[in-house]
């Protein structure tokens, strides 16, 4: 299995709402991400988890708050989210924070 | 700090033609490089990847890239498309000493005409 599967694939959510994020991989990678792409741009780094771990907070926002429950799953739970925060959220894992990428096909967020 | 500029937004290509994606970088400290290609409605997948010794890399789907440090570039080249290689393509560094900060180009949109 060489797939990091998201889902859902697609949420719509209102600003007051509280919603999860999940992600899960079975390569037995030890290092596990989140990023946020907007349309037309790259990804940015949200998150970064190394063996459960939390490593890197890249300054975002606490109403997006990460969980890595076990070394196969990476939550991210959303509450009181704005607008600007639609976008395609990405998870993505690797065997060690300087190994290469695996990347899920996200979930597409739209916030009323 | 480290940058990586895509030059090129968009590159309309003819199926069968050649194309090459160009891609810059600035970095004070050695990076390892990388192309990575998004298709619609997919995550990133790791096109390859120069690390270090021979300069020119080859990939998945028939791609390759060189590396060339005096004009820090890593340009990505490909002989014949195809109509599948439609997608946005990243360029990408990290330098050595910081294991988890990719930093990602603003993307190149490769589009194939029949």
């Known amino acids: 299995d060489t797939e990091v599967t998201q889902t859902p694939k697609h949420l719509v959510m209102g600003m007051t709402n509280k919603k999860s994020l999940k992600c899960e991989q079975h390569?037995?990678?030890?290092?596990m991400y989140w990023y946020k792409q907007k349309a037309k741009k790259p990804p940015e780094l949200m998150f970064v988890?190394?063996?459960?771990?939390?490593?890197i907070n890249e300054s975002v926002p606490s109403r997006f708050s990460p969980e890595c429950p076990n070394s196969s799953l990476l939550n991210l739970h959303l509450h009181a989210l704005q607008p600007e925060d639609s976008a395609l959220y990405l998870c993505?894992?690797?065997?060690?924070?300087?190994?290469?990428?695996?990347f899920g096909s996200g979930t597409q967020l739209s916030v009323l | 700090a480290q940058s990586v500029t895509q030059l090129d937004s968009q590159v309309p290509v003819f199926e069968e033609a050649p194309v090459e994606l160009r891609c810059n970088y600035s970095?004070?400290?050695?990076?390892?490089l990388f192309w990575y290609v998004q298709y619609p409605n997919q995550g990133l997948q790791l096109l390859l990847k120069?690390?270090?010794?021979?300069?020119l890399v080859k990939g998945i789907n028939g791609f390759e890239a060189e590396f060339n440090k005096s004009q820090t570039s890593f340009h990505l080249r490909k002989p014949s498309v195809h109509i599948s290689d439609t997608a946005e393509y990243f360029c990408?560094?990290?330098?050595?000493?910081?294991?988890?900060?990719?930093?990602f180009g603003s993307g190149t949109r490769l589009s194939i005409r029949p």
């Open positions: 970095s004070s400290v050695s990076v390892y």
């Open positions: 120069y690390l270090s010794g021979s300069t």
């Open positions: 390569m037995g990678h030890r290092a």
């Open positions: 988890y190394s063996y459960e771990k939390l490593s």
């Open positions: 993505a894992s690797s065997q060690a924070t300087n190994e290469k990428l695996f």
């Open positions: 990408a560094v990290r330098p050595y000493s910081s294991a988890s900060k990719i930093i």
